[in-house]
């Protein structure tokens, strides 16, 4: 996936190499850098049952416990031998946690 990836960019040339950072640094500015910005308290309200799942080698891996920590109520899955795109390296585990997820629900 990754391979993919840097190749799609790498194959944009110069230009969309540029533009994909000026796109990552205006999310950053407009979110997690913003003077207040945080989440967190807001997911503590949460009322449903909530699934979070990361790869274990994805980069947000500690976020998304500090998510689960957040929500009441909330499961999260690490997934082994996975990265951030856990739905597309690792998509048997996730299908597998979403079946179980929902099949608790029924």
């Known amino acids: 996936m990754m391979a993919r990836m840097k190749a799609g ?3 944009q040339g110069k230009d969309g190499i540029v533009k ?3 796109v990552e640094d205006r999310l950053m500015r407009d979110t ?6 945080n989440l967190l308290p807001k997911l503590t309200g949460l009322a449903i049952p909530t ?8 980069f947000m891996v500690r976020a998304a ?3 689960a920590r957040a929500i009441p109520r909330a499961e999260l899955v690490t997934v082994k031998d996975c990265g951030h795109f856990a739905f597309l390296e690792c998509a048997g585990e996730v299908r597998n946690a979403l079946d179980s997820f929902f099949g608790r629900r029924q």
Not at 51 to 58: K, N, Q, R, S, T
């Open 65 to 67: 416990q500090q998510i």
């Open 9 to 11: 960019f790498i194959s």
């Open 51 to 58: 699934l979070v799942i990361a790869g274990d080698h994805d």
């Open 20 to 22: 994909a950072r000026a």
């Open 32 to 37: 997690w850098n913003a003077q207040g910005y």
